[in-house]
């Protein structure tokens, strides 16, 4: 549930940029900047800090498989059952909790 923008030419200082990006993004969750990065959103800070946590442990995992030699695909069926269980805006927040749960208890004063 990406997106690909091979356009990208730096940071978004005006509005046009702003919208290309948007347009690109559509109703996906993430998208990959060439030569930049990622940019995940969600309907709540806690669902894109998740899914943005999410896509570049992904993309992590992707490159050590190809470096190991061909990669396995995962089934469609299976990987389209997987994306309806956790890939909705609920699973994002929820996944991310844990998270939020031990920033706080490791820096309470990232609050104050």
């Known amino acids: 549930d990406h997106a690909l923008f091979d356009d990208y030419t730096g940071v978004v200082l ?26 995940t959103v969600g309907k709540s800070v806690d669902e894109a800090a998740f899914w943005f946590i999410t896509m570049e442990r992904s ?6 498989a190809e470096a190991a030699g ?6 469609k069926d299976q990987a389209e059952l ?3 269980q956790v890939g909705n805006a609920f ?10 749960d031990r920033i706080v208890r490791e820096q309470p004063d990232l609050l104050e």
Do not use: S
């Not at 061909?70 to 089934?75: A, E, G, L, M, Q």
């Open 59 to 64: 993309c992590q995992v992707q490159l050590m």
């Open 70 to 75: 061909t990669p396995v695909k995962i089934d």
């Open 14 to 39: 005006d509005l046009e940029e702003g919208k290309r990006l948007a347009h690109a993004l559509g109703d996906t969750k993430a998208i990959i900047l060439r030569n930049h990065g990622l940019l």
């Open 82 to 84: 997987t994306a309806g």
């Open 91 to 100: 699973g994002g927040w929820l996944g991310f909790q844990p998270l939020y």
